[in-house]
């Protein structure tokens, strides 16, 4: 039995039925080359029986305690069912990309059983008219909800399932899991007593590290970190969500965003496809003539987690704010801006320490937290708040071939969750050479996916044009 952070369980109290708090991951997969026998169902379940002990997410559900007067516990569950997990469909007619992105959109928008173990899979086949695969392609949506994983454990999750050869030497994993009983509520009330005695000291202890901490950072400069991040604008994406979701991406070349970085200058990939995804929110906008005219802001966040770190999960982050520039027209005059604010932002959070400013959670309890969230829900107050435009997160990957039960995954992306007041969600997800941008939203935020994607595509064009490289 091992207790959730205060951070992990957020995202347990947080969850509505219009809101779940998953996060995906798509692996689309090659069919298998002539010779070569095809990935059977039956196959993809051994897969997984095989990797479970690599893992502890994958047994593990959640065991609250009595009206939420402390953070949940993971318990081993001793219903653990794979079959209920690991599920098997198809695309409709004519299997095009416009088809995978509705049912995507529509498996992001179900809330998983949290009665369970939170992770589902579903097995996609009928991929036969996605512009750019081959017919007998396959994919693969990993669903697990955000109390259990970020993205980083996300990334070594799919690392736990995937072989670096298509048949390689099978391993020997040693299963010690043993399943646990469901505590009693008298045993959890008792930890939560001490719990609570013992918050007015951590509280103690946190506002003398950051005090100390403010200090160094204002003591030895006179010049402030950037500040100026106009949260107060409101565009469509701050609003209310509804259940409904559209999701929609595309993706691009690994050089070619290498060869804007280059152009541009002084800055990273991560200011490029910042700069991307700040264009295709200008057009965006501006089509509707809603473009505000100081630039957007985006929520990015950062990975506290240690290299060496394992898969045990959970969440590890802090966040920071940088502008998207939608304020500024030419492409690298764009990127330039956001890279002159992202190192001021990162500077700030490393000074006052990110590890800190994400142990401040651990101060309050979640509960009390929590039911702040909601009554500014109920209340409108959320809508009126100031918050980022966006959320855009970068997820790593690896730059060599994947390989699932001998199939080759030829395309991976994540998808991201939304909020009330943070209806707009961008995951960058890099693999093998290529980058994926993919964003989730409202379907009443966004009633025209398809124009958001060509508005991504068109911010694109512009980049390349604007380092000569055409098409």
């Known amino acids: 039995m091992k207790q959730l952070s205060n951070m ?86 004519p299997g095009d990309w416009r088809q995978l992105c509705i049912s995507l959109a529509r498996l992001q928008s179900r809330p998983l059983d949290l009665s369970r173990p939170p992770w589902e899979v579903y097995v996609i086949e009928g991929l036969n008219n996605v512009n750019g695969l081959p017919e007998g392609s396959f994919g693969m949506l990993i669903k697990i909800h955000h109390a259990a994983i970020d993205g980083a454990t996300g990334a070594q999750l799919g690392a736990v399932l995937h072989d670096l050869e298509p048949n390689p030497v099978p391993r020997d994993i040693s299963d010690d899991w043993q399943p646990e009983e469901e505590p009693s509520q008298l045993r ?30 204002f003591g030895n400069s006179t010049k402030t970190p950037q500040t100026e991040h106009n949260l107060k604008v409101r565009t469509r994406f701050n609003q209310p969500i509804s259940p409904h979701r559209v999701f929609g991406g595309l993706r691009m070349d690994l050089d070619d965003v290498k060869r804007i970085r280059r152009v541009a200058g002084e800055c990273t990939l991560n200011d490029v496809l910042l700069s991307i995804i700040g264009g295709a929110m200008r057009h965006y906008l501006e089509d509707k003539g809603e473009l505000p005219e100081s630039s957007l802001v985006s929520l990015v966040p950062i990975n506290t987690r240690k290299a060496d770190a394992s898969t ?18 030419d492409p690298l005059e764009r990127i330039r801006f956001i890279n002159s604010d992202a190192v001021s932002s990162k ?113 694109l064009q512009e980049h390349l044009e604007a380092v000569g490289v055409g098409g």
């Not at 951590?202 to 100390?212: D, P, Y």
């Open 188 to 217: 959890k009330l008792g930890k939560a007593y001490l719990n609570f005695i013992t918050t007015p000291r951590k509280a103690t202890s946190l506002v003398k590290k950051v005090v100390k901490s403010r200090n160094n950072l």
């Open 312 to 329: 045990e999960g959970g969440n590890e982050v802090s966040v920071m704010y940088v502008s998207v520039g939608t304020a500024v027209a």
């Open 8 to 93: 992990d369980s957020l995202f347990v109290y947080n969850e509505s039925a219009k809101a779940p708090l998953h996060i995906s991951s798509m692996f689309i997969y090659d069919p298998p080359v002539e010779g070569e026998p095809p990935v059977r169902f039956k196959d993809i379940l051994r897969r997984y029986e095989e990797r479970l002990p690599l893992s502890p997410v994958f047994r593990r559900k959640l065991s609250k305690v009595v009206f939420d007067l402390d953070t949940p516990y993971w318990i081993e569950d001793p219903d653990f069912d794979l079959e209920f997990h690991v599920r098997h469909i198809a695309l409709p007619a």
């Open 347 to 459: 500077a700030y959070a490393e000074a006052v320490s990110v590890e800190l400013m994400s142990s401040t959670i651990d101060t309050v309890p979640t509960s009390l937290m929590s039911l702040g969230m909601r009554v500014g829900v109920k209340t409108g107050l959320v809508s009126k708040a100031a918050l980022p435009q966006t959320i855009v997160t970068n997820v790593p990957g690896p730059q060599f071939p994947l390989y699932f039960c001998g199939a080759k995954a030829s395309v991976g992306f994540g998808i991201g969750c939304i909020t009330d007041g943070s209806g707009l969600f961008h995951t960058v997800t890099s693999y093998n050479g290529s980058v994926t941008l993919t964003f989730l939203s409202c379907r009443e935020m966004m009633t025209d996916p398809d124009f958001y994607h060509q508005c991504i595509n068109r911010s």
